[in-house]
DNA sequence: TAGAGAACTGAGAGCGCTCTCAGTCTGTTG
DNA sequence: CAACAGACTGAGAGCGCTCTCAGTTCTCTA
């Protein structure tokens, strides 16, 4: 705090040069002359000064992360979290810095200036966005400026920027494929919101486990859903005239309102009414019952979008320093695990609730 | 991103201190020559690169969050998540980033030394940290340091560090209250870890309550939790034994494993057990039955905390350029408030559970 | 023990910006 | 119309660090 390179240098002795090169773990010092600056550093609590090293150095040792939008109740659900403190965690290890970009909405352009600009300005070495926040403009920016990436999430107009997500499909198959195992004929969805690939990637999942067993897709059991949980209630409600025995839910918040809708009807989970979530977040054994679920590695991804991102920016500078070997930075898709609880059970066909539109059950083979 | 000032100095025919004082909104620069440089930013997306402003400025445009650790479950009760979206917010609107910095536990001594020595590096104006998380050292090397810090909760070692946080003991106090008034005579309590400062105050709040009314406390109805689910429910287990017809929890985290163990030993929530929650996280709204709980504005007590700070730096700078004026940065105690919801009841003398051991039934007198 | 080669060290030129200070150019006044 | 205040502008000296390059000191080998 105190101190600079440059009277580090003067209490022991040397020169800047030589300080810089004890600081920096450099070879070329002599043992004993190395020992006398590290002591005079320690004594001192001498750190060098990150804006200075990063303007002389020409790079930055920060990364940017663009997702907290004005949106609290995404935070809140904890997904963000538990991704965020995956990167966190990463960045650490790789000695960056993580800096919290506000992303903003994509009409609120004063504030998306002033976020393009903040990054053109050289702070981040490279940024970490969210396919659901990211505005395609802002994207678009940041690709002209050259700044690395990676995308959480696939964004379908940006094919060229690296993501990272979940096996969203295979999830999907997987939790409806449970569903159907346990004999289930009438096996409703609640969706994303229609404009999230991830909700459209898991409505693909859903269908193409119907039509492997032979089920014809049936547009009445869809609802679309915005991944919350009120949304996901009056989804369910609606979805309930329709006598499912199951409701594949595109994640834990809406299905723990379908639960909440369930109950509301007088039905009971699982007895009258499977429903399985996506995502597996910790909620979903508190809730009653526990939430069967489809787990995606939350905190991995966000790791490993940070380890894609260090690797692209290294690339960039080796690039700089006339290393050519360029190749284009990999995507990542990321198994999905089906969590077994207490909300799916095994198709009833006494329960009053699945008498209505003749039930038609399969055979149940439970995995 | 690709410019420097001087090359936009180059390009609008002007001197770089020209641009500079465009770019920075200064006066003293003709109308004329004004609107031609920004012109030539405009045109070439030219933004300040922010390491060499600060370098020149002697002054960092970040703030440092220090409170994540490898704490993954605490992250993901949402409860940080509101406050980070707060503190985030707040500092989007005082045009500072917000900077991540994974906290080291006291026992990490290297990533604790890495943690200190970037704060010594002068890359933050000021650290904003979780009086949960922030070691007693690191906290005594920052005053040296003489860098600007609040605290999320107050740390009692160091009471000259402006602080952050609810009336911890007058919610629990108005918790308390809540189920006494109810007809409660045998309110039980599960507290947070007792070496946490909010944890103490919450419990003396329980305390007060209690000898408002004149009902003396008793030991064997209190246990010791640790803000989180299992630990909730393990102690409630162990509470029930004791026949209490009410528990107050210190957060909300701890009241679910609550409700789980008092599901588990087959009593109804609330007809046979009130329970009363603290922080009135969204969560509360989604369990069964609804949570009631002391609520706290956690997202204003986030943005406050980050308000004190900038105050803080920014008398620190006047201080440099000889303004003298001192004075203590005051802490803020934040209001919290009753969110009644259906997981409490008046006294019900007929539960079963309620028999045993005289329960002495306080004439209930409902808010 | 001279000479070659390796190991070590320091001087100095930036990185891109800010900010002071001196100089230039107005537009008023007396 | 000379003189002067006030508005404007540019030169230049850093901010604290890195990194190249030239110079110096060792350490071997012949």
């Known amino acids: 705090m105190l101190h600079t390179l440059e009277q580090i240098a003067a209490l022991a002795g040397v020169s800047r040069a030589t300080v810089s090169r004890v600081v920096n773990g450099q070879p070329n010092v002599r043992q004993a002359v190395r020992e006398r600056v590290m002591r005079v550093v320690e004594e001192n609590h001498y750190a060098p000064h990150g804006a200075a090293r990063s303007l002389a150095r020409g790079e930055s040792n920060n990364i940017g992360f663009m997702s907290w939008g004005n949106i609290a109740d995404v935070l809140s659900n904890g997904y963000w979290s538990i991704l965020a403190h995956g990167i966190a965690e990463s960045c650490a290890a790789h000695e ?60 379908p107009a940006h094919a ?36 999230n690939i991830e909700a459209i990637e898991r409505l693909n999942g859903y269908k193409l486990a119907l039509s492997e067993v032979g089920i014809s897709f049936d547009e ?8 919350d949980e009120a949304r996901g209630h009056d ?25 909440r809708a369930a109950k509301g009807a007088g039905l009971r989970v699982p007895q009258d009414l499977s429903i399985v979530g996506f995502d597996n977040m910790p909620i979903c054994e508190l809730t009653t019952p526990p ?20 690797k692209q920016i290294a690339r960039q500078r080796s690039d700089k320093n006339g290393g050519g070997l360029n190749g ?21 066909p006494r329960s009053p609730h699945n008498r209505s539109p003749s039930p038609k059950p399969r055979k149940s083979r439970v995995q």
């Open 160 to 195: 060229d920027v690296p993501f990272v997500q979940p096996d969203n499909m295979g999830g999907a198959h997987m939790g409806t494929t449970h569903l159907l195992n346990l004999g289930h004929a009438r096996v409703a969805t609640i969706t994303g919101p229609m404009n």
């Open 96 to 155: 960056y810095f993580l800096t919290v970009l506000p992303a903003a909405s994509s009409n609120d352009s004063s504030r998306q200036g002033i976020l393009m600009s903040s990054i053109a300005s050289g702070q981040f070495a490279g940024v970490v966005l969210s396919a659901q926040f990211g505005s395609d403009r802002s994207i678009t920016m940041m690709k002209e400026m050259g700044v690395p990436m990676v995308c959480i999430g696939r964004k």
């Open 328 to 348: 284009h930075a990999p995507s990542m898709l990321f198994p999905t695990q089906l969590m077994v609880r207490q909300s799916t059970a095994v198709f009833n």
């Open 220 to 227: 009445s059991l869809v609802m679309e859903g915005d991944f």
């Open 291 to 310: 939430l069967t679920s489809v787990g995606q590695p939350i905190a991995e991804i966000g790791r490993s979008a940070i380890d894609l991102l260090v």
């Open 235 to 259: 989804a369910a409600q609606a979805l309930l005239k329709k006598h499912p025995s199951a409701i594949f839910c595109a994640n834990d918040l809406t299905a723990m309102g379908a639960i």
